[in-house]
């Protein structure tokens, strides 16, 4: 990761869960932590947005992306609008929606916010703010 002009290993602890690996990090400014399932298989990291229109339960807070200064949306110009196998132009912004084998699901908007990892804030970030997901989470 690149911050302030350097280049710095960030790292983050990972845990076993229930068939799948977990790891701690917090969103926003003010940050929101959450415990994240690491998808090796996946090159979209995103998670559950207010507004929601279909979210499934989970154990923390959906993230709410009014509560912090530091989010903005990725324009549908951007190369990494046009790098996602599915997304379409809305208002200028990029929404997604990415599909998995198991008939999962997520559709939102591309995003970007700080992510923190270990205590190291990387500002931002792309991300999906998913709005209507499928499956179990």
């Not at 709410?64 to 912004?93: E, H, R």
């Amino acid at each position: 990761v690149k911050l302030g002009g350097q280049v710095k290993d960030v790292q983050a602890p990972v845990s076993a869960g229930n068939g799948e690996f977990l790891m701690q990090l917090a969103i926003g400014k003010p940050s929101l932590a959450y415990s994240a399932i690491l998808d090796t298989g996946s090159d979209l990291t995103w998670t559950q947005c207010i507004p929601c229109s279909d979210c499934y339960k989970q154990p923390t807070p959906i993230y709410d992306p009014s509560l912090s200064s530091t989010y903005g949306t990725v324009s549908c110009k951007s190369s990494l609008c046009l790098a996602l196998p599915a997304s379409a132009c809305i208002s200028a912004t990029c929404e997604y929606l990415y599909t998995y084998g198991d008939y999962s699901s997520t559709q939102g908007i591309l995003s970007y916010e700080t992510f923190t990892l270990s205590s190291q804030s990387i500002p931002h970030i792309a991300f999906g703010c998913g709005q209507d997901n499928e499956g179990s989470g």
